[in-house]
């Protein structure tokens, strides 16, 4: 039997043009795994050094201030990690500050974690008036009327881990905390301060001592 090579040269044609179209619609779909590896990736995007982020309302005054001596921003879940972190918030009334060793900023920029060696203080702000008078012109640089924050009443409590809600001013941890409060003290696992109600909660193995003024 003679084959006829014409005849099946057109077959032939067909059948690599058809394959190519499946190899190329293949190609065509399928994921890159380079990409998806990078996209895995938790590989910063920016460094910045002695850095400061300010939140400004809606008629351009600040509502916090967070600083650090270095910030590493990542893409891939946009958080920043904080080398020497310091959160600032204040009113008219009172001062809160946060800093700790290290951190990481979520949440577009409204969540903040502080690890190691953390310290919140509350300091109730000196009146302008208060600042001027005899009492306060006469003590050493190094009172609180000249920095405008008063020791008395002041707020310190000190932990190894805090979460702390940067707009609201709320802070909790579910770690060991030692809190001080004017001549008072007291310890515990697990709080909850509210810095616009100044509302604190200790969650269990509370012990202090409290310290009554005489009248």
């Given at each position: 039997m003679k084959i006829q090579?014409?005849?099946?040269?057109?077959?032939?044609?067909m059948l690599l043009l058809a394959?190519?179209?499946?190899?190329?619609?293949?190609?065509?779909?399928?994921p890159s795994p380079r990409t998806d590896a990078a996209k895995d990736r938790h590989d910063p995007d920016a460094i910045g050094k002695k850095v400061t982020i300010a939140k400004l309302d809606q008629h351009g005054l600040a509502q916090y201030h967070l600083s650090a001596q270095r910030m590493v921003h990542y893409p891939d879940?946009?958080?920043?990690?904080?080398?020497?972190?310091?959160?600032?918030k204040e009113d008219a009334n009172a001062r809160l500050t946060?800093?700790?060793?290290?951190?990481v900023l979520y949440q577009e920029n409204k969540e903040a974690h502080f690890y190691d060696n953390v310290e919140l203080v509350r300091g109730?702000?000196?009146d302008r008036a208060a600042k001027s008078s005899p009492r306060c012109l006469q003590q050493p640089a190094q009172d609180p009327c000249d920095g405008g924050v008063t020791g008395k009443d002041s707020l310190q409590i000190r932990t190894q881990y805090m979460q702390v809600f940067l707009e609201r001013g709320m802070a909790r941890t579910d770690r060991?905390?030692?809190?001080v409060n004017g001549p008072?003290?007291?310890?515990g696992t697990g709080m909850e301060y509210q810095r616009e109600t100044g509302r604190l909660s200790l969650l269990s193995g509370v012990k202090g001592s409290f310290h009554v003024q005489k009248k």
């Open positions: 090579v014409n005849h099946l040269l057109p077959v032939t044609l394959g190519m179209t499946v190899w190329l619609q293949f190609a065509v779909e399928s879940n946009d958080s920043m990690e904080l080398i020497a972190p310091r959160f600032l946060v800093t700790a060793s290290k951190g109730v702000k000196v060991a905390v030692n809190i008072s003290t007291l310890s």
